[in-house]
């Protein structure tokens, strides 16, 4: 039986690919694996046979025989020691590219999410417009760092890896913003990692329940 992952039945992203478990969807369609999708409602992802899975009543979920993991790095991180494709050979450029995952979500990814999360709960509110320049600091510090570190490479350490595909999935939620505009080589970047079959094949089946039409 084919691997199962738990995704929004109707997502706040409408389909733009920016939902955690286009993460995962993406992990398995480049280390080819099959797999079967769960649809969740909201509500459905606060009651206790989610919870069970997930203890914070979110999704990816991630079920595999007697094997259940939640949080899509960790996810992605498992795919990935399991199966060729996302983690190098080598041991010291293994271990770079999980260094680039915990990067991609602990260091990248707040500031980003915290932007974000400003502009949809505090927009409107009378400090707003006062924290915005603060919040948007924060995110050019981390797209300052690292753009310097990419430079003119393709990839952040070599070919391909896990931690190209956390940090491509958490620099997509800035699009939107327009601040990844200011930075060419990242937005180049980002674009290799859309240009991937991959991630094509992700974002469309992720695509597809939003619109509700097959993917492909």
Known sequence: MPPVITAFESSPDRGRGLARDMRVRWALEETGQPYDVRLLSFEAMKQPAHLALHPFGQIPTFEEGELALFESG????????????????????????????????????????????????????PWYEARLPMLQNRVR????????????????????????????????????????????????????GEARPGYRRAFAAQLAVFTGKPAG
């Open 141 to 192: 510090t981390r797209l300052d760092q690292l753009s310097s570190r990419l430079g003119d490479a393709e990839w952040l350490d070599g070919a391909f890896s896990a931690g190209d595909l956390m940090m491509v999935s958490v620099l997509l939620r800035l699009r939107s913003s327009g601040l990844l505009d200011d930075y060419p080589k990242l937005s180049a970047y980002v674009t290799r």
């Open 74 to 125: 960790a996810i992605v991180l498992h795919l990935a020691g399991r199966h060729a494709g996302l983690l190098p050979d080598d041991a010291n450029a293994r271990a770079r590219a999980i260094a680039w995952m915990f990067a991609a979500v602990n260091t990248v990814e707040p500031p980003i999410v915290e932007l974000s999360m400003a502009g949809i709960v505090e927009r409107g509110k």
